[in-house]
């Protein structure tokens, strides 16, 4: 009897066994991977990668609840909302929208039974990097791993010949890093690799702080913020870079410059990219100007850190998924984000996942314009033109001296912007300002969003060689520019007690359509790429360059706040007694009015009294007693306090129960 019970359960699992196999169809990811130019047959392919060489991928899974992710987003930045601003942290968006973990427990365990190695997990369960063989990467996702000659390029390029499909009941949201089409492209520009400049463009500065009177990041700061009281303290700014970097330079710059670097700077590799890069093999130029321009514009910053991944050298497979994913799961994460790279996904939409994850947490990721003009005529774009970006073009700035602050600006000839080239539809908070705009698309989105300094302009020290002033520009210098000045709105906003912004394209486009427009921002009426600068929102300048007063509309200074608590939570009180509670006023963001005390909620025969009435100067406690009568009903009862100070209400709550 026994045997024959053991024979069918044996035989149970077995069909049980069949029953879930026969589920795990082979399924794509729900993105791209195969290049047009593969599929359409434009590219000859001239060979095949070895099947021993080994390959770095990267799993990445689909959120979950996608629609209830995006009706958040719109809450948590409707100023109407009770949700307005209350950011998710990393371990909340998970348990959210994150992969389930069963679901990356299933990736996991397909990795290890098709014979990859896994070399890194993620906190969010989005990523999961994987190292294999052609050949097991080739058996695992039904593909064959070809090489192509680069329809624009002369060199050649692997990657899949069809779509990935996987025997596995997950379905991926995509695989990172399967080709090696697209090298990314640093967005700063070389004077003399340019024609010489139209007539009335600026060609150096002549104003600037650092030698040869060029300009250094603290003039940034100066012209466009012009305060002391700011300087970016308590905030982090992380750069996105597909090339690691020599902090040789970085001090270089700061010695020549006659200034003193006071933020700490955390080089991080997110797989096998070197942290390091010196020449001969490796330039640095992009990554230290970064650092310059975001400092330059805070220079108090807690900490700037400096993502780095695979890309940046020719042959590489992008990891932007490991570069973006770390952003998103730092800690503690960085709140304001640049890139001044672009390249070209096989899919636009494979790193919007990361995107969306950054506006849950209160993140903005600044991507550069370019410096190729106008859209329609650029190479690279992307992610630019990606709606959930901050698109940053370039400006011809003057300043009245050295260290001085704004005095003119134009639209820089170079300055990339125009209709997007992804077919992105136009977002909701750019509607208003595209109505205005001759130039621009009334149904897909528009780019830049703001601009800043990117002329030719500017001090640069890299390569460990000879630093260069008037050498170098590009929306490379303003994008990080930007970022540090971000920095400065969310020091504003924390020190009043409020969130971090979050992306703010919505808040910038609604001070955009206010009143004090020209006082928030330098509208750029000309100069600027083919499409022209004009009055109001255009296609090279986007809003325009950032004035101090537009810190204040982000992050309005106000009174402040205060919080109010109840100590003990919980009493009881028998008939005929008394207790008391003591009421606890916590002031924040220079809160100081007095805040009066009342308190509801009480059942017949309970009294209630404070001593005193209220907290004098925001902060301090009083002493709430209760007063029972013999004839009170017994129970438990839940009363609040309610305290009234400025413009402000809090209430606090404790539990009385009569026995």
């Known amino acids: 009897m026994i045997r024959k019970l053991v024979f069918m359960l044996a035989i149970a699992a077995i069909v049980s066994g ?14 791209r991977h195969t290049r ?76 290890k039974a098709n014979g990859f190695k896994i070399l890194s997990t993620s906190r969010n369960r989005m990523n999961l990097r994987v190292r ?59 004077a003399t690799a340019h024609a010489a400049q139209p007539e009335g463009v600026i060609s150096d500065a002549i104003t600037g702080s650092c030698p040869s009177a060029s300009f250094c990041g603290s003039d940034m700061r100066a012209a466009y913020y012009g305060g002391t009281a700011l300087t970016g303290a308590g905030q982090y700014v992380g750069l996105f870079e597909f090339i690691g970097t020599d902090l040789v330079d970085l001090t270089t710059y700061y010695t020549n ?29 992009e990554q230290t100007l970064d650092m310059t321009q975001a400092m330059g514009m805070a220079p108090n910053l807690t900490g700037l850190t400096m993502w780095i991944g695979t890309g940046g050298l020719s042959g590489q497979t992008l990891d932007d998924p490991g570069i973006l994913n770390g952003m998103v799961t730092a800690n503690p994460l960085q709140a304001q984000l640049s890139c001044s790279w672009a390249w070209k996904p096989a899919d636009n939409t494979t790193d919007d996942p990361y995107f969306t ?193 537009l810190i204040d509309v982000l992050a309005p200074v106000s009174a402040g706040s205060f919080t109010l608590a109840a100590t003990p939570k919980k009493a009881t009180i028998a008939p005929g007694g008394h207790g008391n509670v003591k009421i606890t006023a916590t002031p924040s963001g220079g809160f100081d009015s007095s805040i009066a005390l009342s308190a509801t909620g009480e059942p017949t025969g309970v009294k209630v009294a404070f001593k005193p009435g209220s907290i004098a100067g925001g902060s301090g406690t009083a002493a709430m007693q209760v007063n029972v009568s013999a004839t009170a009903k017994a129970g438990t009862y839940t009363i609040t306090i309610t305290g009234v100070g400025g413009s402000v209400t809090q209430t606090a709550t404790f539990t009385l129960t009569i026995s």
């Not at 995006?70 to 950011?87: E, G, I, W």
């Not at 996702?141 to 990657?159: C, D, I, S």
């Not at 942290?275 to 640095?284: A, G, I, M, V, Y």
């Not at 970022?483 to 020190?495: P, R, W």
């Open 357 to 549: 994850e950054m506006a849950a947490q209160g993140q903005n990721f600044f991507a550069a314009s370019g410096d190729d003009g106008n859209w329609a005529h650029a190479e690279f774009v992307w992610p630019a033109d990606d709606v959930y970006i901050t698109s940053v073009g370039g400006t011809d700035l003057e300043t009245s001296s050295a260290g001085g602050p704004w005095s003119s600006e134009t639209g820089w000839s170079d300055g990339g912007g125009g209709i997007t080239k992804n077919g992105f539809t136009i977002p909701s908070w750019q509607v208003t300002a595209a109505a205005g705009c001759a130039k621009c698309s009334q149904t897909l989105r528009n780019g830049p969003d703001v601009s800043a300094n990117a002329n030719f302009t500017f001090y640069t020290c890299a390569d460990q060689t000879a630093c260069l002033a008037n050498e170098y520009g590009g929306t490379s210098f303003a994008t990080p520019m930007w970022a540090g000045f971000l920095a400065l709105a969310n020091e504003q906003a924390v020190s009043n007690g409020q969130p971090v912004l979050g992306f703010v394209n919505p808040a910038l486009y609604a001070a955009y359509s206010s009143s004090s427009y020209n006082s928030d921002f330098h509208d750029i009426l000309t100069g600027g790429n083919t499409l022209g600068a004009t009055v109001g929102y255009d296609l090279t300048s986007g809003i325009g360059s950032p004035q101090a007063a």
């Open 257 to 285: 410059a006659g200034q003193t670097q006071n933020v700490p700077v955390t080089l991080t590799s997110v797989d096998t990219q070197s942290t390091l890069c010196k020449e001969p093999s490796c330039d640095d130029t």
């Open 36 to 111: 047009d130019e593969v599929v359409t047959g434009k590219v000859p392919m001239v060979g095949h990668l070895p099947a021993n060489q080994t390959m770095d991928i990267t799993f990445i899974l689909q959120q979950r609840n996608p629609e209830e992710l995006q009706q958040f987003l719109k809450d948590v930045y409707d100023p109407s909302s009770p949700v307005y601003r209350q950011f998710l942290t990393v371990d909340q968006f998970t348990a959210k929208y994150g992969p389930s973990s069963d679901d990356y427990e299933t990736v996991k365990a397909f990795a």
């Open 18 to 31: 069949a029953t879930i196999a026969s589920q795990a169809q082979p399924q794509s990811p729900v993105t």
């Open 132 to 190: 294999g063989t052609v050949e097991t990467i080739e058996k695992a996702l039904n593909v064959k791993m070809n090489v192509y000659q680069h329809p624009t390029e002369a060199r050649t390029f692997f990657g899949p010949d069809r779509e990935p499909s996987l025997d596995m009941p997950v379905r991926l949201w995509a695989v990172g890093s399967m080709d090696t089409y697209s090298t990314p492209k640093p967005m700063v520009t070389r």
